[in-house]
């Protein structure tokens, strides 16, 4: 299909996902579908991203209800392989995006990055698409991606999307399906950290320590979380910086129970040579 369309002067899409879609897919799916004819999604539950005392074998999987939604946004083919078919028994080959792969997730899920450079390497090898499109909520990752895109001068465009979120605030997420009602309600005050870190910043606080201290204030407030990192990085080297005068992340990694959630807030300067900023939760 990729050879017809490139043939064709035509613009192929790609949307990977690992099932249990929610709106945040389907956001991809339509953005996509503005910009790319043919499109393509995939659905893979990716074992080598998972760490042996993660959540693989509990995954939320529902893939004839995710085949019809995506059918239904109008995707043109789903690629949905089995693990044999990428990892056949011999495997070997794992891509490593040094830097990105030890900080934050990576340190705090060893050998995820590992797996998922390898899985979008595979997947974009596979499907040869023009444009490949990823949520920003899992922030790094799509950082990960783009890096080893331009490093390995990968033909395809990796297109950033806007995180979608429920009217309360909660960044959508597959494992929002884990927490019982009380970690729900609880795991809103990821957003109410990240709303007084913005706050903050548009009362024009800039001290990067400072922010830190009030999203982790807000976050020690709600008795069901645990939180694992919260962090402000350069939103290019997801080093820790100092002040927020440049494009930047508020990260946050918390668990309500034994659910896992990371959120963030990404922040620009609103030109160049201004001091104002730019929010984007």
């Known amino acids: 299909m990729a050879r017809q369309a490139r043939a064709g002067g035509r613009i192929l899409g790609f949307v990977p996902t690992m099932g249990a879609l929610h709106e945040g897919h389907t956001s991809l799916v339509a953005r996509a579908k503005k910009e790319c004819s043919p499109l393509i999604a995939s659905i893979f539950v990716n074992p080598k991203q998972f760490g042996p005392n993660e959540d693989f074998a509990k995954y939320p999987r529902a893939f004839e209800s995710d085949s019809e939604k995506l059918k239904q946004a109008g995707v043109d083919v789903l690629f949905a392989p089995e693990a044999a078919e990428l990892y056949p028994k011999d495997f070997s080959t794992y891509v490593q995006v040094e830097g990105f792969s030890e900080r934050l997730e990576g340190r705090s899920r060893p050998g995820h990055f590992h797996g998922v450079a390898t899985v979008v390497m595979k997947l974009l090898q596979i499907v040869q698409p023009h444009r490949a499109y990823f949520g920003r909520k899992d922030a790094q990752q799509a950082r990960l991606i783009t890096q080893m895109a331009r490093d390995l001068d990968l033909d395809s465009e990796i297109v950033v999307c806007p995180i979608v979120r429920e009217p309360d605030g909660l960044a959508l997420s597959s494992r929002n399906v884990y927490l019982n009602p009380d970690e729900r309600q609880a795991a809103t005050v990821l957003y109410r950290a990240l709303e007084a870190a913005k706050d903050e910043l548009a009362r024009g606080v800039r001290d990067a320590l400072q922010l830190k ?67 984007h939760l």
Request: glycine content about 2%; aromatic content about 10%; overall charge negative.
């Open 213 to 279: 201290d009030v999203v982790q204030r807000t976050l020690s407030k709600e008795t069901l979380a645990n939180v694992d990192y919260a962090e402000i990085v350069d939103a290019q080297s997801f080093e820790p910086v100092v002040r927020m005068n440049k494009a930047c992340y508020v990260l946050l990694a918390v668990f309500f129970g034994k659910t896992r959630l990371i959120d963030n807030l990404y922040v620009e300067p609103a030109s160049p040579n201004s001091d104002g900023l730019l929010f």
